[in-house]
């Protein structure tokens, strides 16, 4: 039987920590006290407590490798001496998402919300939400960090979930996961592929061990054992076996397991002894300023982690960086030198800088000797200039007479310059720059070497109401007005571009002499007008959009750049109206191609051709005698136009307005007003159509000649004044009333009874007059018939009665 040893043996560098700190104290005579395991593991703690650890009280009480709540280790503080154990990769989780936390982020942490390092973790962070399973968050920015034993991939698996589900707008990732217990799982899966059983060591409530438990039971048999005590026999036909532990297990209790098995017929597999083996583990000793190839892991705000072939990460802040610590990638190879190493802790810092420095001097020094530009940025003001610093490394002097800085504001942005002067006094290294003799230097190349018709790129420096100054070189500046930004007229600078961004430009105007330059971005691209009469022919039916009204007709924009002309003669086929009443700017509209021009870049659009001439079919749609209704829209003096439809419109003379008298249209009609009329002639020819709207109306003139007649009484409604009388109205007619025939003063509205004298034909109507006081003098008359009527009779009555008294004969 083989037996296999994983690399992945004995305690991470935290654990180891805490059980030695927790040893020296407690051999020391201190009475040392904590509340809990200092480490998941049985053996190790049974053997603190033969040393005299408790659990009740002490002098000095030790925070476990997993950390505390704040508030508890303060509350401790004030009675006790506090020793910290608490890992430096739970630490540094801790403060992470406690930094974020104030900067606005939800803090989301993969975790079981009971283990005890995120029952610390709250502490720093009070709204974190640990959780096992994805959840739907919703907050502007989220923060995901992981506890620091668990899976990567079950981390990847869960942040991946989150993004998908959540809403938000800024969304990062925090692996915090401990690279020891991933290593781990790396090689657990891998060595169970390898053998028959797979021994995982560690205490049960161990959740790294439990996890490299579950990993292997998936590719082999497998077994958690805590100690060899619990292997009595080997199962049958386990020919190789395999062993890991956890980071809380120390590696005697591996020796001891792998002794045990040895005892069971079991035999290493390397030939070395199984103490090299285990020593194995500790990685490569590296020294003190050695040079070292590394690969990045992951990034904080300002620092790279990086594996080295040391125990534990190794840390580059961002001033031993040759980069911004944004620039770096996961997975990137760099060449390090070690500063310091604190092999208690697990805490290695380097630096790319003094390793890149060595390598930047010469090739500083190559393009000093060249002529050839360098890059640096600004970084502080000194007496007589500023300090420079070339990639992040080496530093150099630029004078204020070579800077071409006149205003004060120093650019914080990298910069490019001349090496005006290199020199090397030992370890010392002079360099001075000049930003004038690069910008000098390169505003005579470009005015030399360039001509119109070369293609640029340069950056939007300032946009102006007329176009935009393009930065094409530091110094050399080029202007874009609006008219070079595309062919669609209607485009500025400010609808393409923004300031700061890049963009290539044609050079259509360069002056050497008076260091102008006129671009165009226009040039770039495809005249439309190249290719207009293949895409369109005389007779076809396009559509475009109304780009603007003017008074003689109205422009189409067919594609950006061809605009067709819709003249007035175009739009309406009978009578022109106003064009704003047909289309607006915006409108989208289907037109007819009369005529393409592409030398002048013009075309001649018709709107109403597509629309089709509403005269064709006339006589059918609208017959003589037929009622219509249309719309007043215009009033003339002689009459009004009467709109029935598009294209379409009648005359109603003054005449036919009303059955009775009208001075103007205007006293009955007005422009918008709807109005029935009757069509009483068509005149197709020459597109004209006459109208009766009085016809609609049986003529009350007719009807009132039938009923009446001279002699007549009336009642009559005043309703207008005139110099000499006033217009009357009585069953739908007009009948004048002169003043002189007036008997008292009257006022419009006032109701009269009058008397017929007079009724004159003219054409269909009548001019009537009548009299109030031929109706009162003919009641005098009739009284006066009346009163001679009764003295007639009272007279012969008497007779009468005279001729029959006794005395009648004496009369």
């Not at 100054?469 to 007005?481: A, H, T, V, Y």
């Not at 629309?611 to 829209?633: C, F």
Request: hydrophobic letters at 35%; glycine letters at 6%.
């Amino acid at each position: 039987m083989q037996i296999k040893i994983a690399k992945g043996i004995g305690f991470c560098f935290g654990v180891e920590k805490a059980v030695n700190v927790t040893k020296e104290l407690l051999k020391s005579g201190k009475k040392v006290f904590t509340d809990d395991d200092i480490v998941h593991n049985k053996q190790v703690m049974e053997e603190l407590e033969r040393l005299g650890l408790s659990y009740d009280n002490g002098d000095i009480y030790l925070i476990r490798a997993h950390g505390l709540p704040k508030e508890k280790i303060e509350k401790i503080k004030k009675d006790h001496k506090v020793v910290d154990l608490t890992c430096k990769i739970v630490y540094n989780l801790f403060k992470t998402v406690e930094e974020y936390e104030k900067k606005g982020y939800q803090i989301v942490v993969y975790g079981k919300i009971t283990h005890p390092e995120m029952i610390a973790l709250k502490s720093y962070a009070k709204n974190a939400i640990i959780t096992m399973e994805p959840l739907v968050i919703e907050s502007e920015k989220i923060f995901v960090a992981s506890q620091t034993t668990m899976s990567y991939k079950d981390f990847e698996n869960f942040y991946n979930k989150l993004k998908d589900i959540s809403i938000y707008s800024e969304f990062k990732v925090f692996n915090s996961i401990c690279k020891i217990t991933h290593n781990r799982e790396i090689e657990v899966e891998k060595l169970s592929r390898e053998v028959d059983l797979m021994i995982v060591v560690g205490g049960k409530h161990s959740s790294n061990t439990k996890k490299l438990f579950n990993i292997a039971s998936q590719h082999t048999k497998a077994i958690h054992i805590e100690t060899i005590d619990e292997i009595k026999e080997m199962p049958k036909g386990v020919d190789s076996v395999g062993i890991i532990s956890g980071t809380s297990t120390p590696k005697e209790i591996v020796e001891e397991i792998a002794a045990g098995l040895k005892k069971l017929g079991g035999m290493l597999q390397m030939e070395n002894n199984f103490e090299k083996l285990l020593d194995s583990y500790l990685f490569d000793n590296v020294r003190k300023g050695e040079i070292v190839e590394a690969v990045v892991l992951r990034k904080g705000e300002s620092e790279i982690f990086v594996d080295f072939g040391w125990k534990s990460e190794g840390v580059v802040t961002s001033d031993e960086l040759v980069k911004d610590v944004n620039d770096y990638k996961i997975g990137e190879k760099l060449s390090l030198i070690l500063l310091r190493k604190n092999d208690d802790e697990g805490i290695a810092y380097l630096s790319e800088k003094i390793v890149y420095s060595k390598k930047l001097k010469e090739i500083l020094k190559e393009k000093f000797e060249k002529g050839e530009k360098i890059i640096g940025k600004i970084n502080s003001e000194i007496k007589g200039g500023y300090k420079v610093l070339i990639e992040n490394t080496i530093q150099a002097f630029l004078p204020k007479s070579e800077s071409m800085i006149f205003d004060g504001n120093i650019p914080k942005t990298p910069l490019e310059f001349k090496i005006i002067k290199f020199e090397e006094k030992g370890k010392r290294l002079n360099i001075i720059l000049s930003r004038k003799a690069f910008m000098n230097e390169q505003k005579e190349k470009f005015f030399n070497e360039r001509k119109e018709g070369d293609i640029i790129e340069g950056i939007v420096k300032k946009i102006e109401k007329f176009g935009a100054f393009i930065r094409i070189f530091e110094g050399i500046d080029g202007l874009l007005p609006n008219s070079e930004v595309s062919y669609d007229t209607s485009l500025r600078v400010e609808d393409v571009l923004s300031e700061g961004q890049s963009v290539k430009l044609y050079i259509k105007k360069i002056d050497k002499e008076n260091r102008k330059i006129l671009l165009s971005l226009k040039e770039l691209m495809p005249d439309p007008w190249q290719n207009v009469t293949k895409k369109y022919k005389v007779g076809d039916i396009v559509s475009g959009k109304v780009k603007n009204i003017l008074s003689y007709g109205f422009y189409v924009n067919l594609e950006p750049g061809v605009d067709g002309l819709v003249h007035i003669d175009d739009i309406f086929w009978g009578r022109r109206g106003k064009i704003s009443d047909i289309v607006s700017v915006g409108d989208i509209v289907k037109v007819m191609v009369k005529e393409i021009d592409p030398n002048n870049k013009k075309m001649r659009l018709s709107y109403k051709e597509v629309e089709g001439d509403p005269w064709e079919n006339i006589e059918e749609k609208y017959p003589v005698g037929n009622t219509i209704t249309g719309t007043v829209s215009s009033i003339l003096d002689k009459g009004v136009i009467v709109e029935i439809e598009r294209g379409i419109s009648g005359f109603c003379p003054i005449s036919e307005i009303s059955w009775n008298y009208i001075s103007s249209p205007k006293d009955v009609l007005s422009e918008g007003q709807k109005v029935k009329a009757v069509i009483t002639e068509l005149d197709k020819e020459n597109r004209k159509m006459r109208l009766s709207i009085k016809r609609v109306q049986e003529n009350p003139w007719k009807k009132f000649k039938n009923n009446r007649k001279i002699g007549d009484i009336v009642t009559v409604k005043v309703i207008k004044e005139l110099k000499s009388g006033y217009i009357g109205t009585c069953e739908n007619v007009e009948i004048y009333l002169p003043k002189s025939h007036i008997l008292k003063e009257i006022t419009l509205g006032d109701e009269l009874k009058v008397k017929i004298i007079q009724i004159k034909e003219d054409g269909e109507i009548l001019r009537i007059t009548a009299s109030e006081k031929e109706l009162e003098n003919e009641k005098v008359i009739d009284s006066l018939k009346e009163e001679f009527e009764n003295e007639r009779y009272t007279t012969i009555e008497r007779k009468v009665d005279n001729a029959n008294s006794i005395d009648s004969g004496q009369e």
